[in-house]
């Protein structure tokens, strides 16, 4: 069955970095677009970033683009979130996604920013 495992989360001052890591299993994993969402206490989920099946294509939210980036080890069937210039804003939990017949979603990871 298709499994998403989040991981990399964590309390990071304003300006400070985190990684995020997605492990996917139960699927061909470089067949699939992978997604990023986040969502923030009170708010409803919200696209973060996407990456296209081979890696050559990737997608932001404006709110993220230039701070965010998102990559993927197609051999180890996992995707990145390398986060950057982190603010207070970004704080809420993050979710990997893919679509496959229907949506999978992980437990996702709580990232904090804070000073």
């Known amino acids: 069955q298709v499994q998403l495992v989040e991981s990399g989360g964590g309390l990071v001052q304003p300006g400070g970095s985190l990684r995020l890591s997605c492990s996917a299993s139960?699927?061909?994993?470089?067949?699939?677009?992978m997604y990023w969402y986040r969502q923030a206490p009170g708010k409803e989920r919200e696209f973060v970033a996407d990456?296209?099946?081979?890696?050559?294509?990737?997608d932001y939210d404006e709110a993220v683009k230039g701070r965010f980036t998102i990559s993927r080890d197609n051999y180890k069937d996992t995707v990145y979130l390398q986060m950057n210039k982190l603010e207070p804003e970004d704080t809420a939990v993050y979710y990997c996604?893919?679509?496959?017949?229907?949506?999978?979603w992980g437990q996702g990871t709580q990232v904090t920013v804070s000073p």
């Open positions: 139960g699927f061909i994993f470089n067949n699939v677009i």
């Open positions: 990456i296209s099946p081979n890696g050559e294509l990737t």
């Open positions: 996604k893919v679509v496959r017949f229907r949506e999978y």
